[in-house]
């Protein structure tokens, strides 16, 4: 029964945690809104363009700290020794504090090196701007890191929303205060929106996690464990997690470095087409973060031959979500940035560079999904290294080939190269895997893929067509921009899911059988309801 349920239960985490994720960035858009409408394209939003990238290193911490710690749970687990993993794990949260406080303070006392090195090209405004930002953003960076190890002990426990949530908590935080006080206080507002954001989250992680600790009847007999031979394990899977994250917001720091120099608004634009997407990888990020418990209990399986079927499946899975919803994406991206920004001061211009960076972008979509799934697997088995190795090669290409890029292409060079890297770093990583671990069927991705991407293009192509007959009738006002979008991705949509399931694809049949089965579970819900 339990085997039945699962891919039901791994579906409805991944679907609740979508929806939440898609809320957290359709805020972080409402978030870019309000800084043009209050602050427009001033040295203000660029320096906070620049300076955003020191809570970017807590965030990412707090997203790929729960890749080192839920490994560390499903090997305590199956030694039937949970109570140590929770010792570990509450150990090495409460000793990484130590140094993300001492680097916050290091980076208080004097800033100004890390805005030359983030934005060696803003003018004398923005860089004092950027000083303030940075000073008081590192402070938010501590709380993060600590709520990051505690997000690995929820997700070994299948409790996903809550990262999710925070976020969009933070996003609407710092809404608030933008437009409540962004007028009288200036750039303080965005200090003062973040600080809160951070301590926010921090409280609902301690919240939930006395909550669990009640729920499940823990109590560690160390908070500081530093000898326990479970936080030298999660540490030393740390260190590479952590060399991720500072290479990902190097390479990031490159981008900006070189977007610096360009014309201004040149970052604005790019930054607004780099947030639309990630709406593309949604629900496959969602799925991925569920599933990470299961790649985990997989490898640790006595079964042969079950971590290369999760495997395959999981990434079978992520690549007929992702292609289909990259090419709705990319035809109908005018609309799309139509929709989402072009009204108050942001020009038809702009709209127009959006639109063309972000179909740029949209090229490494697949890619990257396929990289995060990868990298997922990677961590299940403990070899956090090979990730590192594989960022790390990437990171020195944008280091020696962006300025260049940059200068003689300038963004939409910078964008198709965002494009070309993901695709290397995946193609890398996926033979990687497969030689070490034989993980994967190569093959038989090979051939699904051959299907369905050309599919996903076809049913595309017919959903825009769909779409300009619409638009032609409708004309260019928000409510018909609307319908334009929805009849577009609609008809795409029932194209390729259409002949998925007629041609009997086994993620189409088990989408369906998931619909189906939640629409029983509503309607059992409702009629309870209604009975009471």
Request: with cysteine; charged share 10%.
């Amino acid at each position: 029964m339990d085997r039945v349920r699962r891919p039901h239960a791994t579906a409805r985490s991944a679907t609740a945690l979508t929806v939440l994720s898609g809320l957290s960035p359709a805020a972080g858009v409402v978030v870019e809104m309000a800084l043009a409408w209050r602050f427009g394209a001033s040295a203000t939003v660029d320096a906070f363009r620049i300076s955003v990238l020191v809570v970017l290193v807590g965030q990412q911490l707090f997203v790929l700290l729960p890749n080192v710690i839920v490994p560390v749970f499903a090997a305590y687990r199956a030694k039937r020794a949970e109570s140590e993993a929770w010792e570990a794990a509450l150990s090495a949260a409460n000793l990484l504090v130590v140094p993300s406080a001492v680097l916050a303070l290091i980076v208080f006392v004097r800033p100004e090196p890390v805005v030359h090195l983030l934005g060696p090209g803003l003018d004398r405004e923005g860089a004092r701007s950027a000083v303030f930002f940075v000073r008081w953003f590192m402070v938010a960076c501590v709380p993060l890191v600590w709520s990051g190890i505690i997000a690995g002990v929820l997700a070994a426990y299948d409790i996903f929303w809550l990262p999710a949530a925070s976020q969009l908590l933070g996003n609407m935080v710092l809404v608030g205060m933008i437009v409540l006080f962004g007028r009288d206080w200036g750039g303080t507002s965005l200090v003062v929106g973040v600080l809160i954001a951070s301590c926010a989250s921090w409280a609902l992680f301690l919240a939930r996690l006395a909550a669990l600790m009640h729920d499940v009847g823990v109590r560690p007999t160390g908070w500081f464990s530093a000898r326990h031979p479970g936080v030298g394990h999660a540490l030393r899977l740390g260190l590479p997690v952590l060399g991720a994250v500072l290479i990902g917001q190097w390479t990031a720091a490159v981008i900006n470095r070189v977007l610096s120099h360009l014309e201004v608004g040149t970052l604005a634009t790019f930054g607004y087409a780099w947030k639309m997407g990630q709406m593309v990888s949604l629900f496959p990020g969602a799925l991925a973060a569920v599933l990470l418990p299961r790649f985990a209990e997989s490898w640790h399986s006595s079964r042969e031959g079950e971590f290369r079927e999760t495997c395959t499946k999981a990434l079978r899975m992520a690549l007929f979500l992702a292609l289909p919803t990259t090419c709705v994406f990319f035809v109908l991206r005018r609309p799309i940035v139509m929709l989402l920004f072009e009204r108050g001061e942001f020009a038809a211009e702009a709209g127009e560079a959006v639109a063309r960076l972000f179909g740029l972008l949209l090229l490494g979509a697949p890619g990257l999904v396929a990289f995060v799934y990868i990298q997922k697997m990677f961590y299940a088995v403990q070899a956090m290294w090979v990730p590192f190795w594989t960022q790390l090669g990437v990171a020195v290409l944008w280091t020696v080939l962006a300025p260049a890029v940059a200068a003689r292409f300038a963004a939409d060079g910078v964008a198709l190269m965002c494009a070309a890297l993901t695709w290397i770093s995946c193609g890398a990583l996926l033979v990687l895997l497969h030689r070490m671990y034989g993980s994967l069927s190569m093959k038989e991705l090979a051939v699904f893929s051959a299907k369905v991407g050309p599919l996903a293009v076809i049913s595309a192509l017919l959903g825009g067509q769909g779409a300009n007959v619409i638009q032609r009738f409708s004309g260019s006002g928000t409510w018909s921009l609307i319908v334009t979008i929805a009849a577009g991705v609609g008809l795409a949509s029932v194209i390729f899911y259409g002949v998925t399931v007629r041609w009997g694809f086994p993620e189409a049949l088990e989408s369906q059988r998931y619909l189906h089965w939640q629409r029983g579970a509503m309607r059992s819900r409702l009629q309870s309801a209604l009975h009471r």
